[in-house]
């Protein structure tokens, strides 16, 4: 006797909500590895984040702030006075890095996040300031008003932290012109702040390369209580001439020995 085998509707929506369900997964991998590609293309050519981890750019931006950074500056936007910007270390200015121990799966994951751009890079190997200087830029500070000036003209910087009223823009003085490919940067925090003023008898003068930039910080993003696009302050920069910038100066290297 031959035995049949059931073949009818109920067979069949088995084996199609089976398939249903595969095809759901497969899609959702397809989203997801999509995301990804977008997440990682955005980093790589249009924004990144960043943490702030010091004070040297307070109240401007506060320890433990998220920032968005711009990719366009400097590669089609060009950067401007005023224009908080990130930056490689140009040498020497920031302590040698500590290693690290391997974290197991947690630092795989947070490596992972950073590299495709859903979390922040860390601080280590890149600085944040504002631009003062452009190339052909005198840069003198200070006046008898205790101000900064630029090309002769003097700025306000209703940006910079002072420790107490009164004080002069800057606590150190210096007389700099930019050279041809470089700025000049500030923090805002001027009385605690790394900047360019602390590395005038380092290899570099203290200017910053150009080609140094990773790009301009746009946005506060968290916490959320401190969401804020970032001002270029431009009104305080109205009236500076742009100057012929000297022939790119030979500035001295430093190199490992």
């Not at 049949?4 to 989203?31: K, N, P, W």
């Not at 947690?106 to 922040?120: E, H, K, Q």
Request: aromatic content about 10%; hydrophobic content about 45%.
């Amino acid at each position: 006797m031959t035995e049949t085998v059931e073949t009818g509707a109920a067979g069949r929506e088995q084996r199609s909500g089976g398939r249903g369900f595969l095809l759901f997964l497969r899609d959702l991998v397809v989203i997801f590895l999509i995301a990804l590609l977008i997440s990682f293309l955005v980093k790589t050519f249009l924004i990144r984040p960043f943490w702030i981890p010091s004070e040297s750019m307070n109240e401007t931006l506060q320890v433990d702030d998220r920032i968005i950074v711009s990719l366009l500056t400097p590669s089609v936007v060009a950067a401007e006075r005023g224009d908080v910007v990130v930056f490689e270390d140009p040498g020497g200015w920031l302590p040698e890095p500590t290693p690290e121990p391997e974290s197991g799966v947690f630092g795989a994951i947070d490596w992972f996040l950073t590299f495709v751009g859903l979390a922040p890079e860390d601080e280590h190997g890149y600085l944040i300031k504002r631009v003062i200087g452009l190339p052909g830029d005198r840069v003198q500070c200070c006046n008898d008003f205790g101000q900064l000036t630029i090309n002769g003209v003097p700025i306000d910087e209703p940006y910079v932290h002072l420790d107490a009223a009164g004080q002069p823009a800057s606590s150190v003085p210096f007389d700099v012109t930019v050279p041809e490919g470089h700025v000049w940067v500030l923090g805002d925090n001027r009385n605690h702040s790394g900047d360019s003023r602390a590395h005038m008898d380092a290899p570099g003068g203290g200017f910053v390369p150009i080609a140094s930039i990773v790009g301009r910080a746009v946005l506060v993003s968290w916490p959320l209580e401190r969401w804020t696009w970032l001002d270029g302050y431009e009104p305080s920069f109205i009236g500076v001439e742009p100057q012929s910038a000297p022939a790119e100066q030979l500035l001295p290297v430093a190199v490992a020995g």
